[in-house]
């Protein structure tokens, strides 16, 4: 069994769309992270190197975000994904990609794409 570690409402201006003026003028992103980690090492040694840092995370996730525009916000939740999963003390992470500002022609709060990412292979 694994908990779980949530940083949600995570800003960040980003440049990401299928159209021109998406990339050129850019809009608000708003991430949520759910991580699954043992957080046993950390409460017993109450050391901040036994656990992640989400402070560091969440500039990585901004930075992410923030950098190299792509059209879809499937490639940009994956891109997340991949770095929570660069720490080998994730087992899983859920990324939640809110992009409140979408073109689209219609009356509606958000547009929000969710996945699932677990870590494949023997952790390090």
């Given amino acids: 069994m694994t908990d779980e570690l949530a940083v ?6 980003g440049h990401h769309g299928v ?4 990339k ?3 809009q608000v992103f708003v991430i ?4 699954g980690i043992d957080t046993t090492p950390a409460a017993a040694s109450d050391d901040l190197r036994d656990t992640v840092d989400y402070g560091s995370l969440v500039a990585q996730v901004k ?3 923030e950098n190299d525009p792509v059209d879809l916000i499937e490639t940009l939740g994956q891109r997340i994904a ?3 999963l660069l720490d080998s003390r994730v087992e899983w992470a ?3 990609v809110h992009k409140p500002d979408a073109p689209i022609e219609a009356t509606f709060s958000d547009v929000v794409l969710t996945i699932t990412r677990k870590r494949e292979g023997p952790r390090d």
């Fill in 82 to 84: 991949d770095v929570c």
């Fill in 94 to 96: 859920r990324v939640t």
């Fill in 63 to 65: 930075a992410a975000v």
């Fill in 32 to 35: 949520d992270l759910v991580l």
């Fill in 19 to 22: 159209f021109d003026f998406e």
């Fill in 8 to 13: 949600l409402g995570i800003e960040c201006y």
């Fill in 24 to 26: 050129r003028v850019g």
